[in-house]
Nanobody, 123 residues
Framework: QVQLVESGGGLVQAGGSLRLSCVASGGIYRIHNMGWYRQAPGSQLELVAMITSGGMTDYKDTEKGRFTISYDNAKNTVYLQMNSLRPEDTAVYYC?????????????????WGQGTQVTISS
């Protein structure tokens, strides 16, 4: 079964750093892109950063310069390095991946989500 497992969330003080990790597993034929989204209480889910298998990245404008997304192809793992954290970064962070899986002769394209990891920044 294809799945994403996130780790690295926690409680840090404002100005601190965290690194989130997300590992994809389960018979994946190809990963097309992986990304991080977040949802704060009372707010909508929003894109934080994403990266393609070729290394192209995209960031939420307000996070450029503070957050860095990277991808380890050999480990099927995406990372989000978050620096200079602010209380408004507090949210549940979700990993998402667009993948292909081979089921017999059929290549299926799937969008999969992780279970989320809580990030809390204290002031």
């Amino acid at each position: 079964q294809v799945q994403l497992v996130e780790s690295g969330g926690g409680l840090v003080q404002a100005g601190g750093s965290l690194r989130l990790s997300c590992v994809a597993s389960g018979g994946i034929y190809r990963i097309h892109n992986m990304g991080w989204y977040r949802q704060a209480p009372g707010s909508q889910l929003e894109l934080v950063a994403m990266i393609t298998s070729g290394g192209m990245t995209d960031y939420k404008d307000t996070e450029k310069g503070r957050f860095t997304i990277s991808y380890d192809n050999a480990k099927n793992t995406v990372y989000l390095q978050m620096n200079s954290l602010r209380p408004e970064d507090t949210a549940v962070y979700y990993c998402k991946a667009m993948v292909s899986v081979l089921r017999g002769d059929i290549l299926e394209h799937l969008e999969i989500w992780g279970q989320g990891t809580q990030v809390t920044i204290s002031s």
